[in-house]
Structures are given as structure tokens and as C-alpha cells.
């Protein structure tokens, strides 16, 4: 139960407890997708008549729509309603270091089109260059009406500025993507941290939905933490919080984007395990005289060689896997969530690495067995899922009380 916040509270009117009323309804047939205005009423124990009310509103509003007609033995034929996903649609951005995703999913985050470019090296050419695409896109879906923009990012999202703070690993600071883009595409724009949208995405399509206690490990160019503690998105009072990916493990070690040394990213990212890779290979292939004449592998060609069973690439991966294991230990050390879910391309390597995890972790977590770990599936896409997850919640989530 949350306390009263006195300083920043809102009574309830009867407003609010029709829009608590319509939000109950809408995720019902949300979840159910063929449900009667009879069920509605029956399972919220509104009356018939509110539950018309709220239908015919949420019609209007093009979000909800009828669909089949079911049975009944005598009386009227009860007509199923469900989400109107043929008409509504939303636009996610997936911003990396060095690649962007665009793309237009339904609301229930199945994909329409997509595409990627390698990332514009300025935020203005990003916008300039995003913004044509999204315009090109929604003129070629002009059936779809979009909602609005999610907008993932490898950094903090200031929640008062809205301005894009903290990305060590893009190299932008203080950015303010959200105001251009709204102007551009007359759409709302909804950006935030890309572990925080991946943990809102298994809240909402995910196979954690249901799970109030949730961690996301975000691998990639560097590596980012995402909570969702007691049901609710961690965000500290910045919109910083969650940085374990900068959490100082060994104060000796390699420096760190951030300024620091030695923190956990430095040791368990991509960027590291091409590293590892790098050092690994003179030693087992005697012949080569210098690394100059060895072509930079990129994470993709350490995980490949590794599946055709290069020795070199294996234990690079096998390196990085004891890491990600220390570090996911000292986040179920931490917050004890029930489900630490990791993201990225790594996790195409789980039989390999996610024993080596789970080991690590049994070794270092004083906490036995309260953690489960488990790995997205990156064929789905969880990063763009979470793009629109950051849409879908702004209507289908709980509305923001004192
Ligand atoms: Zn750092």
C-alpha cells in the first residue's frame, strides 16, 4: 500500500472514477478479445447500462469495435466486442549507437513494416532523418491511425526535462528529441531508457504478465537495468535510476565511458566480449604475427564463429557470461525481484552462457532460489515491443492517483 503523497495529490471526483470504470473495461476485452457486454458487466459488477455507456464511448473513440455474434439459447444474441487493432496502430523507434529501428505495430505489438538505418551521427540529422521515414511510413499504412511515437534509448530520459540525459554510449547530452519530433509528426512522443521500456514490455506482451517483481538486463554496445518493482516502473526522483550497468566491480579495472573505471559493463557487454575475443585469438593461433592483419570482429562474428565452434570465439563468450553472472547476482542480491529477464543478441547463445549465469549467480546471491533468470526471445524484438508498450500504457494503464 502506498502512502499519501500530500504534497502532490488529486481528489477523486466522479471523472476519475469514470475513467478508473473505462480503463477496468478496456483491459477486459483487452485480455479476453471476444467478450459481451453481459461478461463486462458480470466479471466488473458495474451495471449494464454503465458498461453500454463505456462501450459506446470507447467505440466512438475507435478503440473498441464488435465483432462476431455469439449463441444463446433464448434472448437476445450477445455480439463480442475486442480492440480495434485493424484501425489503431503505433510508431516505435529503436535508437542504438550504431543502427536505428523504425517500425509500425498494432496495439497488441505485432509488427505491420519495419525498418532500420545505421544511427545519424547528430541529433538533428536523427530527427531530420527519423521524422521522413515515420511521415513515409504512416502515408503508406494510411488506414492504421497512430496513436502516437515510442522512443527507446541507450540513456536516461530526465523526468521533468524530458530530455534525453546520461548516454555514455551514444555520446548525446542533454538532448531534447521529444519536442522536435512532436512538432514534426503531430503525434505524442513517449521516450524512455531502453531497459525500463524491454521491462514494460514483458509487463504488457510478455510472458511475465502477472509479475510484479521484474528485472530487466538490457546486453548490448554497453549494458542497461530496468525495474519494475511492486508493479510500477522504477524511476528515482531523475528518471535515473537503475544504472547497475555503472556500478564500479573491480576499481582497477578498464575505464569506463561514463568517466568511471571498472564498471560492470566494461567487463559483460558486447563491446567487452569483442574484446575478450580480440585478446584470446593470438594465442591460440600461433601463426598469425600481428593482430594488425586480423579484420575488428564484431559481436555478431563472435557469437557465429562461436556457433560453428571457434574455441576462441566460445571462451570469449564463456568470459562474458561469468561477468553478466556477477552482475546479475548483485542485482537479485539488491532488489530480489522474482524474474530477471536478460535482452539482446547474446541471449541467441543461452544454451551456452545461461548455465554459466545461473552457476555464477548460485555462487555469489546469498539469497538461494528466490531469482529466477531467464532469457527474452530476440527473434521477438524486445526492444521495439517496448516502444510500443510505452504508447499502450499511456490509455491501458492504471490512471496516476494521489
Ligand atoms: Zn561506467
Given at each position: 500500500m502506498r502512502k499519501i503523497d500530500l504534497s502532490n495529490f488529486q481528489i477523486a471526483t466522479s471523472g476519475t472514477a469514470r475513467e478508473v470504470n473505462r480503463r477496468i473495461v478496456l483491459n477486459l476485452i483487452r485480455a479476453h478479445n471476444a467478450i459481451s457486454r453481459a461478461d463486462l458487466a458480470r466479471k466488473t459488477g458495474l451495471q449494464r447500462s454503465t458498461v453500454s455507456l463505456i462501450i459506446e464511448q470507447l467505440m466512438t473513440e475507435d478503440w473498441v469495435v464488435e465483432g462476431m455474434v455469439g449463441y444463446s439459447a433464448r434472448g437476445r444474441k450477445p455480439t463480442y466486442l475486442r480492440l480495434n487493432t485493424e484501425r489503431l496502430g503505433v510508431i516505435g523507434v529503436n535508437l542504438r549507437p550504431y543502427s536505428t529501428t523504425i517500425a509500425l505495430a498494432d496495439l497488441n505489438a505485432n509488427f505491420r513494416a519495419q525498418e532500420s538505418l545505421p544511427t545519424p551521427p547528430t541529433p538533428e540529422l536523427f530527427l531530420r532523418e527519423v521524422t521522413r521515414r515515420i511521415n513515409n511510413l504512416r502515408q503508406s499504412h494510411s488506414g492504421l491511425t497512430c496513436e502516437g511515437i515510442g522512443v527507446c534509448l541507450p540513456g536516461r530520459v530526465d523526468l521533468g526535462t524530458q530530455k534525453l540525459v546520461f548516454a555514455p554510449n551514444l555520446g548525446w547530452e542533454d538532448v531534447d528529441l521529444k519536442t522536435p519530433l512532436e512538432a514534426a509528426t503531430?503525434?505524442?512522443?513517449?521516450?524512455?531508457?531502453?531497459?525500463?521500456?524491454?521491462?514494460?514490455?514483458?509487463?504488457?506482451?510478455?510472458?511475465?504478465?502477472?509479475?510484479?517483481?521484474?528485472?530487466?538486463v538490457t546486453v548490448s554496445e554497453g549494458i542497461g537495468t530496468g525495474f519494475v518493482l511492486n508493479g510500477q516502473l522504477v524511476t528515482g526522483p531523475t528518471g535515473r535510476a537503475g544504472e547497475f550497468g555503472h556500478v564500479t566491480i573491480d576499481p582497477e579495472g578498464p575505464p569506463c565511458k561514463c568517466g568511471n573505471r571498472g564498471c560492470w559493463e566494461v567487463f559483460a557487454s558486447n563491446t567487452a566480449t569483442t574484446a575478450y575475443y580480440r585478446q584470446i585469438m593470438p594465442t591460440h593461433r600461433?601463426?598469425?604475427?600481428?593482430?594488425?592483419?586480423?579484420?575488428?570482429?564484431?559481436?555478431?562474428?563472435?557469437l557465429r564463429l562461436a556457433e560453428l565452434g571457434d574455441p576462441c570465439a566460445s571462451e570469449a563468450l564463456e568470459r562474458m557470461a561469468g561477468y553478466l553472472g556477477v552482475g546479475v547476482a548483485m542485482v537479485a542480491t539488491a532488489l530480489e525481484p522474482s524474474l530477471i529477464v536478460l535482452v539482446g543478441e547474446v541471449t541467441r547463445a543461452w544454451s551456452r552462457i545461461g548455465p554459466i549465469i545461473k552457476k555464477t549467480m548460485a555462487e555469489r546471491c546469498p539469497l538461494k532460489g528466490a531469482t529466477r533468470v531467464s532469457a527474452a526471445d530476440d527473434a521477438l524484438q524486445p526492444r521495439l515491443r517496448g516502444t510500443v508498450a510505452l504508447i499502450i500504457q499511456k490509455h491501458f494503464g492504471a490512471p496516476a492517483v494521489a
Open positions: 503531430g503525434l505524442p512522443v513517449a521516450l524512455e531508457n531502453a531497459a525500463n521500456a524491454c521491462a514494460l514490455a514483458e509487463i504488457w506482451f510478455g510472458r511475465s504478465e502477472g509479475v510484479r517483481d521484474l528485472a530487466i600461433r601463426g598469425h604475427r600481428s593482430n594488425a592483419a586480423i579484420p575488428e570482429p564484431t559481436f555478431e562474428d563472435v
